[in-house]
């Protein structure tokens, strides 16, 4: 039995929860990959997986052995990195987490660009506003758009995206355009859900302050609240990247401008027990190129 490759197909299979699934992946038949699994098993003493008619679940042996799994291939990967020479064609999988928003809007046109220049490259994304443990989730990488960076990240900058307090022209025609930040607390406020909904951060006489806010309509979603935002609900703080359309639109309207808040930093995130495989160094440079 072919270890390294047996490893290969055990973290295929439960990150995919199908024989099936990862037969179709490598082109060959469903009983191979189960051949491969139970001979690991067998050649291991543990059972691995539960098996049932409809899912698989890793045991607690097999949770344990995948992680130290994805630890052994990822070192795998690095010592073969090392001897790549720069601007070869990269090849295998990037496991990446992307917000829902920003990952749609302006990480995924570069990611198909990145795909077409590299055909050997596999690309397993995830699509969520909430923070990913990388370890824990086997990632290799995520792409944060955050001014809260937590102590353990090990990350690179790629960029920055600017915040735009906006309100629709019929929200402020009937409740009035506030002159400052401070007068916000009489205003209806849309809020996002991840955030400290009861404050929000601008730029006063020089100087980052929190400013209270209060608001009946809280999402995770940026662009639900814009939603809100144009359907005359309330004001909101967006990333120009969400807000712009709806500018040019003219469906929203900036206010508030001379104390626009801090930029979001755009973060590369790796995870802090491993070594960075050539091809996710590669992606990352394109995405840091792309994203300037």
């Not at 302006?106 to 077409?116: C, E, I, K, N, S």
């Not at 400052?180 to 006063?204: D, G, K, M, N, V």
């Not at 809100?228 to 309330?234: D, E, H, I, V, W």
Request: with cysteine; hydrophobic share 45%; net charge neutral.
């Amino acid at each position: 039995m072919d270890k390294l490759y047996a490893m290969q197909t055990f973290v295929r299979v439960a990150e995919a929860g199908s024989f099936t699934a990862v037969a179709d992946q490598l082109q060959v038949d469903r009983s191979a990959i189960t051949r491969q699994i139970s001979a690991l098993e067998k050649h291991l003493a543990a059972k691995l997986i539960t098996r049932s008619t409809r899912s698989l679940t890793l045991t607690a042996a097999g949770a344990a052995y995948l992680e130290k799994c994805r630890l052994i291939l990822n070192l795998v990967d690095a010592t073969e990195s090392s001897l790549t020479a720069q601007g070869a064609q990269v090849r295998g999988r990037v496991r990446l987490a992307l917000p829902l928003s920003f990952g749609l809007e302006r990480v995924m046109p570069a990611l198909l660009d990145f795909m077409r220049l590299q055909p050997n490259l596999e690309l397993l994304l995830t699509m969520s506003d909430e923070r990913s443990n990388l370890i824990e989730e086997g990632l290799d990488l995520a792409i944060r758009v955050t001014a809260n960076l937590h102590p353990s990240d090990i990350l690179r900058k790629l960029g920055e995206c600017v915040l735009r307090t906006v309100a629709s022209p019929a929200y402020l025609a009937k409740h009035g355009t506030p002159t400052h930040p401070q007068e916000l607390l009489h205003h209806e406020c849309l809020l996002y859900a991840s955030t400290s909904s009861a404050q929000w951060a601008f730029s006063i006489n020089g100087e980052v302050k929190a400013v209270a806010v209060r608001g009946r309509l809280i999402a995770n979603n940026g662009l639900a609240l814009l939603a809100a935002n144009a359907a005359g609900m309330g004001i909101s703080v967006q990333p120009d990247f969400l807000a712009e359309p709806f500018l040019v639109r003219q469906e929203v309207v900036e206010i508030l401008a001379g104390f626009a808040p801090p930029p979001l930093g755009i973060y590369a995130v790796l995870p802090s027990n491993r070594y960075i495989p050539h091809r996710v160094a590669v992606l990352i440079d394109y995405l840091a190129h792309a994203l300037r």
